[in-house]
T-cell receptor, first 111, second 117 residues
């Protein structure tokens, strides 16, 4: 059964820093790898979706990469801002199955 | 496009009450809907997968008689928490996937915060 692990569990950085969030998954036969943002008490906001045939996706200051062979994905946030403070969730699914989520990385960006 | 509406967004009720949560795909047909539960400071845990017109498949440890799922149409799934107790208090989130596209993204509702007194 697919398992998703995220490191670190929490991260605090000063504004302006570039940072990397890590995600690993046990089954490399994934179809989709998706990164979400969740603000306290709120639902999910989809940030980036990488399909199995892709290696990376970019949106603004965010870049997500996927290495299926090693079972890893990273989310790179450039020039972090206080508004980036949230919990970031990584999730992946196998063919036709539901997304399985990691426990998330809680990011705090101080001004 | 691909909007999923979940209702209600917040509910408080007494112990022993049954609570129904609705999940609708507004602008697409969803063959498959998923229900997740999230306890405070924890991640989303898949509860069940619901296919239109058939019985839901529950994850290990989820009581199917307590969490009743109905997926009677291609745009609506409901989760009923029967005889809810304080330990059922949680954030419930539904997700839907487009008809005949099993590897397309899942689209998520905004969640329902359930508090049982």
């Amino acid at each position: 059964k697919q398992e998703v692990t995220q490191i670190p569990a929490a991260l605090s950085v000063p504004e302006g820093e570039n940072l990397v969030l890590n995600c690993s998954f046990t089954d490399s036969a994934i179809y989709n790898l998706q990164w979400f943002r969740q603000d306290p008490g709120k639902g999910l906001t989809s940030l980036l979706l990488i399909q199995s045939s892709q290696r990376e996706q970019t949106s603004g200051r965010l870049n997500a990469s996927l290495d299926k062979s090693s079972g890893r994905s990273t989310l790179y946030i450039a020039a972090s801002q206080p508004g980036d403070s949230a919990t970031y969730l990584c999730a992946s699914n196998l063919q036709g199955t539901a997304l399985i989520f990691g426990k998330g990385t809680t990011l705090s960006v101080s001004s | 496009g691909a909007v999923v509406s979940q209702h209600p967004s917040w509910v408080i009720c007494k112990s022993g009450t049954s609570v129904k949560i609705e999940c609708r795909s507004l602008d697409f047909q969803a063959t498959t809907m998923f229900w997740y539960r999230q306890f405070p400071k924890q991640s989303l845990m898949l509860m069940a997968t619901s296919n239109e017109g058939s019985k839901a498949t529950y994850e290990q440890g989820v009581e199917k008689d307590k969490f009743l799922i109905n997926h009677a149409s291609l745009t609506l799934s409901t989760l009923t928490v029967t005889s809810a107790h304080p330990e059922d208090s949680s954030f419930y989130i539904c997700s839907a996937r487009a008809f005949r596209e099993p590897n397309q993204p899942q689209h998520f509702g905004d969640g329902t915060r359930l508090s049982i007194l």
